[in-house]
């Protein structure tokens, strides 16, 4: 599953970011929030306007990230929702 397809205040923990291609800016960057192996997400919000930009939390940080951004990181769930 992918960070778009989190239902709403799910946690999940991070498998892997997709690179597109070498040198990819956007999976580059979102590594550098946080987005990496094994650490622990959180769907917080989604945007009103066609529900972007999605708001996660990870650790004590919360990012808004596109729709499409999101749909880069591969996660696995948690369980329960918090």
């Known amino acids: 599953m992918t960070l778009s397809d989190l239902p709403l205040h799910a946690s999940a923990r991070v498998e892997s970011v997709q ?17 990496v192996n094994g650490e622990e997400v ?5 945007g009103p306007v066609g529900g972007e930009p999605l708001l996660f939390q ?3 940080t ?8 999101a749909a880069r990181v591969q996660v696995s769930a948690q369980g329960a929702q918090a």
Not at 19 to 35: C, Q, V
């Open 19 to 35: 690179d597109l291609h070498a040198n990819d800016a956007i999976a580059r960057r979102l590594r550098e929030l946080g987005f």
């Open 42 to 46: 959180r769907l917080v919000a989604r």
């Open 58 to 60: 990870v650790g004590f």
């Open 62 to 69: 919360r990012f808004a990230l596109r729709r499409s951004e």
